[in-house]
């Protein structure tokens, strides 16, 4: 995360937190609540790759972690458990950052849909054009085993995630 001057911002938890509770629009009464959903995520390996704390020691996050816990809250409103929904969102934020590099024109789509009876997991794919994404849903809707989809415009949450994390740097 930069500014003009070039210089690298480190996130810090507060950043994250804050700019997530933008999204989420988290009121002020239900802070305390979503304050320890985050931290259960972190306690459940949610984002990957966090160092353990040290005593007085702040941890830097990057903004892949971010966009991952952004992916994680949004699904555990969907009403996916923290569990499932941490380890889908990390194969999600994955399947962006790769179609990323692959430099694909256009908004990067991800959609989830309860596994196969007898599975605790849930199932996920992306793709990277919208006509893609339309034709798949509507074949697996088609299907009685698929009785739901959510959908993520994975392109739109980095967008507002870099615009809520600018409003709690950048003030």
């Known amino acids: 995360m930069e500014k003009q001057t070039g210089k690298s911002i480190a996130l810090r938890y507060g950043h994250i937190e804050a700019a997530l509770a933008e999204i989420m629009k988290v ?3 239900d802070a305390k609540a979503f304050h320890a959903g985050l931290r259960h ?3 459940i390996g949610v984002p990957a790759g966090l160092p353990a704390p040290g005593k007085g020691q702040a941890i830097k996050y990057t903004r892949t ?7 994680a809250v949004s ?3 969907t009403g996916y458990g923290p569990t499932v ?3 889908i969102a990390m194969g999600l934020s994955d399947g962006f950052q790769k179609g990323q590099r692959e430099e694909v024109e256009g908004d990067i789509f991800g959609y989830v849909y309860p596994a196969k009876t007898g599975s605790k997991q849930a199932a996920f794919q ?3 054009a919208y006509g893609d994404v339309s034709k798949n ?6 299907d009685s085993a698929v009785p739901m989809i959510t959908l993520f415009n994975l392109t739109h949450l980095d967008i507002t995630l870099q615009a809520a994390l600018d409003n709690q740097i950048y003030i």
């Open 27 to 29: 009121l002020p009464a």
């Open 85 to 87: 929904a941490g380890q």
């Open 65 to 71: 972690q971010a966009f991952e816990l952004l992916i």
């Open 41 to 43: 995520f972190r306690n």
């Open 137 to 142: 849903v509507k074949s697996m809707m088609a």
């Open 75 to 77: 699904l555990q409103k």
């Open 126 to 128: 992306y793709y990277a």
